[in-house]
Each structure stands twice: as structure tokens, then as C-alpha cells.
RNA sequence: GGCUCCGUGGCCAAGUGGCUAAGGCAGUGGAUUGCAAAUCCACCAUCCCCGGUUCGAAUCCGGGCGGAGCCUCCA
């Protein structure tokens, strides 16, 4: 086995061969804690959480850091609108994001360091810089100097003359636009930490270096991130890290693509009020061949009755899913399609790839998932197993048995190491999953071929080869982080008991005409009930009921 | 203007030089079922356009058209 990843320094696939052998560092560049997490957010913890997943199965030791910036300039801006200290929203903010990521089974991160309690090491870092004469003092703030580093620009592949740097006030005091802060001064009432300079605070940058290699070390192996950030935050990080140590920063960077919103009815974090009057306000302006103009013309990907007729909203059809446009309603979203559902919905598309977001997508990959739950329910029948109870196999040496005779087994094989193939290459995680698919009918077509679900007890022998072909089924999904629980079970009414014992009545009335063949009246109770969501499967062991999808 | 990326069936999406172009959703036909549901089987694309390289290209090169991102805060 072979792993590579594509490395955005050297732009191609490389083989992977961490820094110290078996072990893996990787850093995460986490949010800005000041409002709360939209999906967009979610792309890159959920990649890199499969990703360290699939890591440790391949025998890494593997530690991921994800950071949090929890003092920054649009922090200080939410604090001031709300009247509230600055690390007050950071708490409530981060508290957001740990809740969505729990809720999307993210819980591989082994550090989330926070800046703030970083800033003795920001500040050695910055003194460091300006010791070798990287950057410099000037009135109150600190930049680093772009000039002095050969290499500026490598990873975005950009000049150090085309950059037009960061306009404001501050950039008065830079030696040349390039330039950026490492310490930003304070000013009246803004949150400060003493430092040579004066009280302020660190600059964008420079706490994941000052991170990185208080956690990682001078050099770690996987950077990560979106595509975003390569410009110009990651190049500053290598800027400051490279000039300070004078090796290597990172060996792998690993940029994620990036979500859209894809329809009006999927806009992600629903519509605040700032969205609204925002996206008014570019429609009335649109004058055709504007930009809200051209917005508009563009036919909805996910079209809906409701996002036809909203047309205001079309203006904000194509942008792209920021922080500064969208907010809130993950949390909504999740309740709605379920943790599961989102986590294989951004699976399901190679990581470097543009996701375009709609929830009509997210609910047609949710259809698809509902296969692998209908087949672990049977299991359940042949067995009386519960998948996600099954223990997986967590290393890939170990998943690895001879097949015999055993027909399944010898396909669970294969497909087993064609799905292992696709993550070598890459981390292609959508080709993968169609792996999945594929065995999971082969499953299905076991327990037909042998009719497990009847007499499953006289079939030892053929339950058992099921068995170790779901135990392949298991051990793979469990690479992506899916299936780790079974899905909360929709009953009718909600929890209103009183509707439940009204189902079960119908049931049995059901079962009563049936008995007797009175399939006119059976077959009204069905239909009758199909068309309130409820779905109704006769099987040889009795009749079923959920509330279908 | 500079720097990237993308364009595969109705929709989503793998594949990036060579067997019959994965898989999912939707659809159609069949098996099964009292009828359904679930499941299984079958059918459903020559890869935006033009030109080139090659024995051979969705896959490489050039041009065109269309779309996205970064260059300012952004996962």
C-alpha cells in the first residue's frame, strides 16, 4: 500500500512518508469564533476527520490540531454590536462549533489550541522574526517583511510585486504593501495583551505558526485547510515559519475545495435579516449585466417551487458560502437531515472538489444512505445484530483474512481492498463509497440467494460467511465515520404516545382483514396511511412500519 | 489585469492515455408480493465545442465557449 496526497506546494501527487516514521502531525486551520458555524464550516473538520480515521487504520500514530482564533478584529466587532466582552463570544461561539461538529461525528481532533492562550509563544515568535531581521517594529505594530523572504510566494505561486497587501491606516507604517501584521497595536478599549511593542494583539497569521510548532513542531507533516486560505494566510504561515527555523514548515499542505450555496431554498444559515435587506438591495441595483443581474439569470441547481417564486433571494443564489454572508441554522439543518446524512453528503465528492450546497442534495444522498440502513436492519432480522454495535476491525493489516472457499468472503476481499485503493489515491473518498454501494448489494443478494431471513438458525453455515462479509461492511464505513450509531427512528406523532397506540391499532385491524382476505380494507388502511408518511412492509416475520423518507 | 481550478447520462459524481466510461438519486421493464414496501435482475452517457499529438484520448497540447475561486476578511 501505497499512500499520496496532492500537495498544493509542488501542485502533484506526492507518496506519503510522514516526517518521523509512524507518526503523523496535522494541523487544521480552525474558525473564527464570532458567529455561529454554517456547513461550509464543517467540509474541512469532517475531510480531515476522515482522514486521520483512515491514517491511524493505516497504523499512524496520528495527533490533528485544529486551532481557534478567539481574538481577531471581527471578534472585537461582534463584542462592541453586542455589548459583551470579547471572550464571551468567543465561549458561546466555540461552544456552536463543538456542538455541529459532535453532531457531524468529528471527534478525532486531539488539540484545539486556543490563541489567546498562546499569546507568551506568539510573542517569542515575533521576537524571534525580528532578532533575524524578518520583520520590524513600527509605531506600536510589528509586519513582517516580505522582501526579506526569497521564497515569498511559493505555495500561491504569486510575486511579491503584484500584491496589493492590506490597505487601512496601518499601511502607512508597512516598507511595502506585501508586508502583514504579526502584532496589531491596540486601540482604546480593545482587548490588549502587553507585549515589547505596547498592548495589542497578534495578527492573523501568526498564531498558527506560534501553534504548530509548540504542538507539531518546527516541521509536521499535513497542513490543512480551504482553498481560501492558500492566499494569503497559509503563505504567510510558511513566510513567518521558514524564515524563522529555516526549514521546512510543512511536507504535505492539503487544501479542501470549497461549498456554494446552489439554490435559494438551500441557502445556507436560512435568511437573517442582514441577508435579506443585502440581497434587496443588489436586485434592485441589478441592472441586467450587473452582477446580481447575471446571479439571477442563473437557473437554480436544486429548483423549487418556493425558490422560483422568491425571487429577491436569487441574488444571493451564487455566492459563495462565507461567513460574512451566511449564519446560523446549522444546527436547524442538522435536525432536519441528521448528522449522518451531511457527513456522507460531503463524503461523497472528492475533497478538492467545489461542493455546491442545496438540502434537496443533501436529502437525495440521504436516499442513498437509506440503503445501507434497510440492509442493517435485515441483518438485524437474520441475526438479531445491530451493525453499528459490531465491533470494527481498526487496523488495515488486521482486516486482512483468507477467504477459503467462501465465495462472499473472496468478494468481501475484493471489494475491501478496492475501496482501500481509492482512499491510497489521494483520499478519493467518493470513489470509495461507491464501493460500498456495490458490496452492500452483494449482501442484499446473499441474504436473498440463501433467504437468510427465513429460518435463519437452520443456515449456520451461510450466516455465518454474512457475518464476516458485514464485518468487511463494517470496518470500511467505520474508515469514513458512518454508521456509528443507528439513526433516531422517526415514530409517528413524534413522541405523542396516543398516536402511537392509534398506529398500532390500525395494524392490527390490518392484520385482521388481511387475515380473513379482505384485501380492499387492508389495502385502504395502507394507502390510507402511506399517504400520511407512513410506510408499511409485510414480511414473512410480521408486518413493519416507519415513517418513510 | 495577475494567479488557480472546473465543464462526464435528467440530477449528483468517480475515472485523467488503452478491457464493455464506477457508484448514487430519479426513471422504465422484469422477478418477488394478494397488492405494496424492501430486495434482486435488466435498460438508461462516447465524456462542452473545434483543431492537434498518438497505433490509441473523456484523460496530453492549442484555441474557443461556459462556470467557480483567490489577489481585501473567509473553512
Known amino acids: ?49 476522515t482522514l486521520k480515521r483512515f491514517l491511524v487504520y493505516n497504523g499512524y500514530e496520528v495527533t490533528w490540531v485544529v486551532n481557534i482564533t478567539d481574538v481577531d478584529d471581527k471578534l472585537i466587532a461582534q463584542a462592541n454590536e453586542r455589548g459583551i466582552p470579547m471572550s464571551q463570544v468567543a465561549t458561546e461561539m466555540t461552544m456552536d462549533y463543538l456542538a455541529n461538529l459532535k453532531s457531524l461525528g468529528v471527534d478525532q481532533i486531539d488539540q484545539m489550541p486556543r490563541a489567546t492562550d498562546y499569546m507568551k509563544e506568539i510573542i517569542a515568535f515575533i521576537s524571534e522574526l525580528i532578532a533575524g531581521g524578518y520583520a520590524y517594529a513600527s509605531g506600536g505594530d510589528v509586519f513582517f517583511d516580505v522582501l526579506k523572504d526569497d521564497d515569498y510566494g511559493k505555495l500561491s505561486n504569486r510575486s511579491v510585486d503584484s500584491q496589493q497587501g492590506e490597505g487601512g491606516e496601518a499601511a502607512s507604517r508597512k516598507r511595502s504593501p506585501g508586508d502583514f501584521a504579526l502584532w496589531k497595536s491596540a486601540k482604546a478599549g480593545e482587548p490588549a495583551w502587553d507585549s515589547p511593542w505596547g498592548p495589542g494583539r497578534p495578527g492573523w497569521h501568526i498564531e498558527c505558526s506560534a501553534m504548530s510548532r509548540g504542538i507539531l513542531g518546527k516541521t509536521f507533516d499535513i497542513h490543512g485547510g480551504g482553498l481560501d486560505l492558500v492566499f ?72 423549487t417551487p418556493s425558490a422560483a417564486s422568491v ?166 464505513s467505520a474508515i469514513l465515520g458512518l454508521f456509528r450509531a443507528a439513526p433516531p427512528k422517526a415514530k409517528a406523532g413524534g413522541d405523542d404516545a396516543l398516536v402511537g397506540k392509534l398506529v398500532q391499532l390500525l395494524m392490527e385491524l390490518r392484520a385482521d382483514a388481511r387475515g380473513r382476505k379482505d384485501f380492499a380494507t387492508a389495502d385502504k388502511i395502507r394507502l390510507a396511511m402511506g399517504a400520511m408518511g407512513v410506510v408499511i412492509e409485510d414480511r414473512k416475520g410480521g408486518t413493519e412500519w416507519r415513517v418513510g423518507s
Not at 12 to 37: M, S
Not at 271 to 284: L, V
Not at 366 to 379: P, S
Request: charged share 25%; aromatic share 8%; proline share 5%.
Open 232 to 303: 494569503p494566510h497559509h503563505e504567510n504561515e510558511i513566510a513567518q515559519s521558514e524564515s524563522c527555523h529555516h526549514q521546512p514548515m510543512v511536507k504535505y499542505w492539503l487544501h479542501n475545495g470549497l461549498m456554494r450555496a446552489g439554490s435559494a431554498s438551500g441557502k445556507v444559515g436560512g435568511k437573517s435579516d442582514r441577508d435579506t435587506a443585502n440581497a434587496g438591495a443588489q436586485a434592485a441595483a441589478g441592472a441586467p449585466g450587473t452582477e446580481a443581474g447575471t446571479a439571477a439569470s442563473t437557473p437554480p441547481v436544486g429548483s
Open 311 to 476: 425571487p429577491e433571494e436569487q441574488a444571493t443564489v451564487d455566492t459563495k458560502i462565507s461567513r460574512s454572508k451566511g449564519a446560523g441554522g446549522l444546527a436547524d439543518l442538522i435536525g432536519r437531515q441528521g448528522g449522518d446524512r451531511l457527513r456522507f453528503f460531503l463524503l461523497r465528492t472528492h475533497y478538492r472538489s467545489t461542493i455546491v450546497f442545496s438540502e434537496e442534495e443533501v436529502a437525495e444522498a440521504g436516499a442513498g444512505l437509506d440503503t445501507f440502513h434497510r440492509f442493517f436492519e435485515r441483518y438485524t432480522r437474520v441475526t438479531g445484530e445491530q451493525f453499528h454495535e459490531l465491533p470494527a476491525v481498526s487496523r488495515r493489516v488486521a482486516g486482512e483474512f483468507d477467504p477459503g472457499d467462501d465465495e462472499l468472503a473472496k468478494e468481501a476481499q475484493a471489494r475491501r481492498t478496492a475501496f482501500l485503493t481509492k482512499l491510497d489515491d489521494d483520499f478519493n473518498t467518493g470513489g470509495a463509497i461507491s464501493e460500498l454501494f456495490d458490496w452492500v448489494r452483494a449482501l442484499n443478494k446473499f441474504v436473498d440467494q440463501h433467504q437468510l431471513e427465513d429460518q435463519p438458525a437452520s443456515k449456520a453455515e451461510r450466516v455465518a460467511s454474512l457475518r464476516r462479509g458485514v464485518a468487511t461492511l463494517r470496518e470500511l
Open 1 to 49: 500500500m501505497t499512500i499520496r496526497f496532492y500537495n498544493t506546494l509542488s501542485k502533484q501527487k506526492e507518496v506519503f512518508e510522514p516526517v518521523t516514521p509512524g507518526k503523523v502531525g496535522i494541523y487544521l486551520c480552525g474558525p473564527t469564533v464570532y458567529k455561529p458555524a454554517h456547513i461550509g464550516h464543517m467540509v474541512g473538520p469532517v475531510i480531515f476527520d
